[in-house]
């Protein structure tokens, strides 16, 4: 049972280039999430997806876009990457008792 | 606009003594509160939760206090150990509705633990 698991650990991105985030969760949970974490803002909300097939705006979704894929993957693109989005990102997913389970993050610099 | 405020970046405390953790919201709509910590280099994990129906809740050696009036939360951890050390952070969901379990986050508190 991995939990919720996230690819790459690692990346280095050119401003403008574009990537693909990967989350995948064996839990069989509807609700997953993208969340950025920056340095003294704790975690913010990117896009979040309540069901297979819906997806929706969170707090921080400018530049962002996502796709659930089934109910067990939930991606996040960057088209275009900027220096801001440097940072670390986590995906989550929430179960019947709306406690969220995180991956390991994925920690992107854009240079 | 920062509805979920932790006020203190860090905290130091002996072993064994108690750890205070404070955190403050601002949306009245928020219901259900949680405590995550974090490890370097990893994930958020869970840790323990409150509903607006309670002002206590335990596991452990870790008890949440929730006032509503003062719309203030506090994670008590008794006695502290050095692998208490991380970042920890508060969380506050809307449960009705459209929520969707959301979690709004605070900006986090890094607790040492001195051996």
């Known amino acids: 049972n991995a939990g919720v698991t996230q690819t790459p650990k690692f990346q280095v991105l050119k401003t403008g280039q574009s990537m693909t985030l990967q989350c995948a969760q064996d839990?069989?949970?509807?609700?997953m999430y993208w969340y950025r974490q920056d340095p003294g803002m704790g975690l913010r909300l990117i896009y979040y997806?309540?069901?297979?097939?819906?997806?929706d705006k969170g707090e921080v979704p400018n530049g962002y876009n996502v796709s659930r894929l089934n109910k067990r993957e939930f991606s996040l693109r960057l088209e275009s990457a900027a220096p801001s989005q440097t940072s670390v990102y986590f995906c989550?997913?929430?179960?019947?008792?709306?406690?969220?389970?995180f991956g390991p993050g994925t920690r992107l610099t854009v240079t | 606009d920062q509805q979920v405020k932790q006020n203190s970046p860090s905290l130091s405390v002996q072993e064994g003594r108690i750890s205070i953790l404070n955190c403050d919201y601002t949306n009245s709509m928020f219901d259900y509160f949680l405590w995550y910590k974090k490890y370097p280099a990893e994930g958020p994990t869970f840790l323990i939760s409150?509903?607006?129906?309670?002002d206590k809740n335990e596991d452990g050696r870790f008890t949440v206090f929730l006032n509503k009036s003062a719309k203030h939360l506090s994670l008590h951890i008794v006695p502290s150990q050095p692998g208490d050390s991380a970042v920890y952070f508060c969380a506050a969901s809307a449960q009705g509705g459209t929520s969707y379990g959301k979690l709004t986050f605070g900006q986090g508190t890094i607790l040492t633990v001195h051996p």
């Open positions: 839990m069989n949970h509807n609700s």
């Open positions: 409150i509903s607006s129906i309670k």
């Open positions: 997806s309540a069901s297979e097939g819906t997806t």
């Open positions: 989550a997913s929430r179960d019947m008792y709306n406690e969220q389970y």
